[in-house]
């Protein structure tokens, strides 16, 4: 990757859009200090990545759920908190609460396999939630579920976010997504992987109806991504 | 396992510190004979090289040195004629023989028992339960008695140990073969399907090229056991000769260097047959595009 | 019904009625045969009325006890009969798994019920052929003999099973697997060191590494220790393989989890790396139960004082005392079996999370 220059600001929802192979998940794992970069600086709060990550200020939300089977999802969803040393008491209190948050109360004592894919993804983000970490950082959380359940989730995702004031960056391949959850997009393009653009969203801050994807508004912007993604040849195969 | 090339210093450098442990513990377990020796013959202040020149160089140590053990297998095998009953090779061939006609009989039984298992709904219920607790039964323990009942009704030489290799290694071929023959995912069956494919053109066009991986995994382990086999089935037989016997008389024998010696040739065995089948099986899955496990 | 089960079906009865026809003149002291042979001429009432397969069930269990009862007399109706008793049990395991596989039977433990069927059938059909035949007690007694042999040589037997398996094989398997084990754990946080041993230790566990078991005689004597060093030996290597694969076994993702947690080398042991480990440590602690055994058994081929398994097997085979033999292996069978449905047991408990084990498909 090469020439990525960004500012997020606390507060904002900013999704990473492009074709594969443009670095968006490998920036995004920079960030969580899951890899090094070879060049450049970046600070999360301040701090360098492996500090944030120390010190805890980040949730990660993969691909896949990434559930640990042999847990209930109860204690799947406060595995971070008993590395991190909380007491059984505020255990039980936090992930009550962050089971709450994404409406899966009800299924602590499940295990992951009873559990369908979105709720399972919907549970990973539950442990993400539990110990209040500022920032949130999602890397294509919901590609793997069919268009319905993710429309669900992306309306929950915004509530959740319009609840909990959380910072969020997020991966995605989908240009309808981006441009519903986010509050500002940075459209990026492969070989090499760049910023062809950044969009800051008119649409209203927080909460957003789903159908506000038939809007002249939302379809501007959805349309402006596709020319920064056509603009970085983002739309030709290569083997 | 990760390609040779990554592996190949990390081993030789393990290997190496091995060596050195043996000769250290060689040392040490055969220093308190050593010490009577000098005792008995009224030796002091003997120097280091001398010590453990002599250490290393007892007839019958406890643990010998790994120069013994090589020069021993070197005496037997170079220094002998090829068909004299001191030549380790001479008995290697005979466990050899013993140990591919058990590998084959026990491959062929093998891999009609997973064809069989494959396609009779009432076989498989039937007998794979059997066939894996057969397992738990230490058929090696039979191997005595199986040996002198067919000596006893007039069966002997090569087939009752070759016997034993075959219960042994069928084993590993049929349960990877049923895995193997049952690994084509579903939409590969169904699109068979839609070709009005029979059930021998699923099998020779799908199933048996998508079980090739399994088959050679199980090759190599019914191989080995096998060779196992034909050495444990010899220790009752032991006019007809093989490693095996060898083994026994040097332990009746207290010829500890000898043992050491045996067990160093099995273990070549061992390897070279492995080795052999992971060669066939690099060969066969190069020409079919796949990379061996 | 299948045109293959069609004919086993008319072969059946056929001969069922046939042999109660050949003894029909000495009809008081036949009655089993008799009254079996009539049931099987009912039997060919299934191509006019449907018969449910547990009524072949039946009819061999039946054809069974009639055989057991009329061997005093061995006559072409005893194959006739023992020929039907077959083919029943064969039509009622291939009808019932059939069925099972179709789905339009689900009882549990229904799907115990063939393999126990077929491997009844066989111990009935080795009863039958043996005596009825006058095999020689030297090549294979009949499964009666051996049991009779069991509750006569009780004593010994428990003799050799405590000297064999409770001291030399539980030692050896506990001490050999902790081993393993452990030096995995140790191993786990070196590269370098794993790449170095692993290969050594595939290897290892293809050589014939019972042959060791006069060197172990020679330092540790004759008793049962050297028998537990062998095993140690034996049980080694698998165990380290597994348990390396198995802490390698957890996903990449999972470990980028525990990652961003900050999560301490420890922390992320015990919480991800060995729960995932699990099922590659069980399939060693099965593979290990079996080789433990074994390797008791022949290390006493070697040399062993005047009590154990081994050393009873080899010494009453030189003897030709071939049920003794038996009656060894089938303590030793049954020893086998129970360790190793034992671990199962463990394993379904502690990776019930494992799809093999929640699929229900062992």
């Not at chain 2, 053109?201 to 034909?230: H, N």
Request: hydrophobic share 50%; glycine share 8%.
């Amino acid at each position: 990757m090469s020439d990525v220059n960004l500012d997020i600001e606390q507060g904002e929802f900013v999704s990473f859009i492009g074709p594969s192979g443009c670095g968006k998940t490998t920036f995004l794992r920079v960030m969580a200090d899951l890899e090094q970069p070879t060049s450049g600086t970046i600070t999360i709060n301040g701090m360098t990545p492996e500090a944030a990550r120390k010190s805890r200020a980040y949730g990660y939300v993969f691909q896949a759920p990434a559930l640990f089977p042999w847990r209930t999802i109860e204690d799947n969803v406060a595995l971070p908190l008993e590395i991190m040393g909380y007491g059984r008491d505020e255990r039980r209190e936090r992930v009550a609460r962050s089971l709450d948050l994404v409406s899966l109360s009800g299924f602590e004592r499940k295990f992951p396999w009873q559990l369908s894919g979105g709720m399972q993804q919907r549970a990973s983000i539950a442990r993400a939630l539990a110990f209040d970490a500022d920032l949130l950082l999602m890397d294509e959380p919901f590609g793997a579920l069919d268009e319905i359940v993710r429309d669900h989730l992306n309306s929950e995702l915004l509530k959740l976010f319009a609840r909990t004031k959380k910072t969020i960056a997020f991966v995605t391949h989908s240009i309808p997504e981006a441009v519903y959850l986010s509050t500002k997009i940075v459209v990026m393009s492969p070989r090499p992987g760049r910023v062809t653009d950044i969009i800051h969203s008119t649409l209203p801050h927080g909460e957003r109806p789903l159908d506000i994807r038939e809007t002249p508004e939302f379809l501007a912007i959805a349309h402006r991504v596709r020319e920064g993604l056509r603009a970085g040849h983002s739309y030709e195969e290569h083997v | 396992m990760t390609r040779a090339g990554g592996n190949t210093i990390p081993v030789l450098i393990v290997l190496a510190a091995l060596l050195v442990i043996w000769y250290i513990a060689a040392t040490l377990m055969n220093a308190p004979w050593q010490a009577a020796l000098y005792e008995r013959a009224g030796t002091t202040d003997v120097p280091l090289a001398q010590y453990l020149a002599d250490v290393w160089g007892q007839p019958k140590p406890l643990l010998p040195a790994p120069h013994q053990i090589v020069q021993e297998v070197w005496d037997n095998t170079v220094g002998q004629a090829l068909s004299s009953k001191r030549s380790f090779l001479y008995h290697a061939g005979i466990t050899l023989s013993a140990t591919l006609m058990g590998f084959v009989l026990g491959t062929v039984l093998g891999l009609g028992l997973a064809v069989l298992i494959l396609h009779n709904e009432a076989m498989n219920r039937s007998l794979m339960p059997w066939i894996i607790a057969s397992q738990t039964v230490p058929i090696l323990a039979i191997a005595p008695m199986l040996v002198i009942g067919l000596n006893a009704i007039g069966v002997t030489g090569l087939f009752p140990k070759a016997l034993i290799s075959t219960y042994l290694s069928f084993f590993p071929v049929v349960v990877g073969m049923v895995k193997g023959l049952r690994s084509p995912d579903q939409m590969q069956l169904d699109l068979m399907r839609t070709y009005n494919a029979s059930r021998l053109e699923i099998f020779t066009k799908l199933r048996w090229p998508a079980s090739m991986p399994y088959l050679f995994a199980s090759m190599k382990v019914g191989i080995a056991i096998a060779l196992i086999g034909a050495l444990v089935a010899e220790l009752t037989n032991t006019a007809a000769g093989g490693l095996g016997v060898r083994l026994l008389t040097g332990s009746y024998n207290g010829q500890t260097i000898t043992i050491w010696g045996v067990l160093l040739m099995a273990a070549t065995l061992a390897a070279i047959l492995v080795l052999a089948v992971g060669a066939a099986e690099k060969l066969v899955l190069r020409n079919m595009g796949q990379a061996p496990a | 019904m299948s045109n293959w089960q069609r004919i086993l079906a008319i072969v059946a009865g056929v001969a069922a009625t046939l042999g109660a026809l050949l003894v029909a003149g000495a009809a008081a002291t036949h009655l089993w045969l008799v009254v079996f042979g009539v049931a099987g001429a009912l039997s060919l009432l299934r191509f006019a009325v449907n018969v449910r397969p547990r009524v072949d069930g039946l009819l061999a269990g039946f054809g069974g006890l009639t055989l057991l009862a009329s061997l005093g007399e061995v006559g072409p109706s005893l194959w006739l009969a023992l020929l039907a008793t077959w083919l029943f049990a064969w039509l009622f395991i291939d009808r019932l798994a059939q069925q099972l596989a179709r789905g339009e039977t689900a009882a549990p433990g229904l799907g115990l019920v063939v393999p126990l069927a077929f491997g009844l059938t066989l111990l009935l059909l080795w009863e039958v052929a043996v005596r009825g035949l006058g095999v020689p007690q030297v090549l294979l007694p009949a499964p009666s003999q051996i049991y009779a042999r069991i509750i006569s040589s009780g004593p010994t037997l428990w003799a050799d099973f405590q000297q064999t398996f409770l001291k030399a094989v539980l030692a050896g398997y506990l001490l050999g697997c902790a081993s393993g084990f452990a030096v995995a754990i140790l191993v786990d946080r070196s590269q370098f060191l794993r790449r170095g041993l692993l290969p050594i230790g595939n290897f290892v566990s293809a050589l014939p590494i019972i042959g060791i078991a006069p060197i172990m005689v020679m330092w540790f004597g004759f008793d049962w220790p050297s028998k537990a060093a062998v095993i140690v030996c034996i049980t080694f290597f698998p165990m380290l393989v597994n348990t390396v694969a198995g802490l390698n076994a957890s996903g990449r993702m999972e470990r980028d989890l525990m990652r961003t947690y900050a999560s301490g080398y420890g922390q992320t042991l015990f919480k991800l790396r060995l729960p995932a480990a699990w099922p590659f440590i069980f399939n060693a602690l099965k593979i290990n139960s079996t080789l433990a055994l074994i390797g008791a058994i022949v290390a006493e081929f070697f040399g062993t004082p005047i009590v154990g398994m081994g050393f009873r097997i080899s010494t009453e085979a030189g003897r030709l005392n071939v049920d003794v033999v038996w009656a060894e292996v089938a303590v030793a069978a049954v020893a086998g079996s129970a360790t190793y449905g034992l671990i199962v047991l463990v394993e379904r408990a502690v990776t019930f999370w494992h799809p093999s084990v929640r699929g229900g498909r062992a």
